[in-house]
C-alpha cells in the first residue's frame, strides 16, 4: 500500500521515460563517437540527423504508448467562470478558472468511470493544478486555455 505522501507514477509513463534515458545515452554516445573518428562537416550533418532522429523518436514513443500531452489553446479567449458541463451519460468536461487562492468551481464530483477533459485558464497570474495520484498536471496561464 502506498504511504499518503507517494507519488503514484504509471508503468507505461515510467516505461517511455526510461527508454527515451536509453535513447538519449545511445544518440549521444554516437555523436561522440563520430567526433573522435571523423572531425569535419561530415560530424556536424551527422550531428543534425541524430537530433531530428531524437526528436522523432520521443514524439513517436508518446503516441505508441499514449502518452496524453496538456495542450494549449490561444485561438479562443478563455472562459470568465468555472463550471462543470455533462456532455454525455458518462462524459464530462470542467472548465476550471484560478485565482489567486481559489479555483472555481472550488469542489468537483464526478461519477467513477467517466471521461473528463479539463480545461484550465487563470484571470490573475498563473497556477498549477494536480490531481495526485493520477498523471494530471496543468498550468492555469493568463490569457490562454490549457486542456487535458
Not at 545511445?26 to 573518428?37: E, T
Not at 463550471?83 to 481559489?102: D, N, P, S, T
Not at 490573475?124 to 492555469?140: C, T, Y
Amino acid at each position: 500500500m502506498k504511504g499518503q505522501n507517494e507519488k503514484f507514477v504509471p508503468k507505461g509513463v515510467l516505461a517511455f521515460f526510461i527508454g527515451m534515458l536509453a535513447l538519449y545515452a545511445v544518440m549521444w554516445l554516437s555523436i561522440y563517437a563520430l567526433l573522435v573518428i571523423y572531425r569535419g562537416g561530415a560530424t556536424k550533418m551527422a550531428l543534425g540527423l541524430m537530433v531530428v532522429v531524437f526528436f522523432v523518436a520521443l514524439v513517436g514513443l508518446a503516441v505508441l504508448k499514449g502518452i496524453d500531452v496538456p495542450t494549449c489553446f490561444t485561438d479562443f479567449p478563455p472562459f470568465k467562470e468555472g463550471k462543470v458541463i455533462q456532455k454525455g451519460e458518462k462524459e464530462y468536461e470542467v472548465h476550471l478558472l484560478a485565482r489567486m487562492w481559489a479555483f472555481e468551481p472550488s469542489r468537483i464530483e464526478i461519477p467513477a468511470g467517466s471521461k473528463v477533459t479539463i480545461y484550465t485558464t487563470s484571470i490573475d497570474v498563473q497556477h498549477g493544478f494536480e490531481i495526485e495520484g493520477k498523471a494530471v498536471n496543468l498550468m492555469a496561464i493568463p490569457g490562454a486555455v490549457n486542456k487535458m
